[in-house]
């Protein structure tokens, strides 16, 4: 391989290369469908917001504990009995 080509080579490597930096410079970044659902129904959903709270904490608290009780009955479906 000749000397002009490597530096043809590179010079093209190096084009494509600032091409997909400029594009990314450029475009807005997007925000996962998921994200939006889950704000959503955190809006609707006292308990689902009080759950994403608790997830952050490290330290024990009633008031998780009891959201974590009600999540629990109201996925095995006992909402209204006693567990």
Same mark, same amino acid.
């Given at each position: +391989?000749?000397? %002009? @080509?490597? =530096? @043809? /080579? *590179? @010079?093209?490597? @190096? /084009?494509? +290369?600032? #091409?997909?930096? *400029? =594009? %990314? %410079? *450029?475009?807005?970044?997007? *925000?996962?469908?998921?994200?939006?659902? %889950? #704000?959503?129904?955190?809006?609707? &959903?006292? $308990?689902? !917001?009080?759950? !994403?709270?608790?997830?952050? $904490?490290? +330290?024990? &608290?009633?008031?998780?504990?009891?959201?974590?009780? !009600?999540?629990?009955?109201?996925?095995? /479906?006992?909402? /209204?009995?006693?567990?």
């Amino acid at each position: +391989m000749s000397a %002009a @080509a490597k =530096i @043809a /080579g *590179v @010079a093209a490597l @190096a /084009g494509l +290369m600032m #091409t997909v930096a *400029v =594009i %990314a %410079a *450029v475009t807005e970044p997007r *925000v996962p469908e998921a994200a939006n659902a %889950a #704000t959503a129904r955190a809006e609707r &959903d006292p $308990l689902t !917001a009080e759950l !994403a709270r608790c997830r952050a $904490l490290t +330290m024990p &608290d009633s008031g998780c504990e009891a959201a974590w009780a !009600a999540h629990q009955r109201r996925f095995f /479906g006992r909402e /209204g009995n006693q567990p």
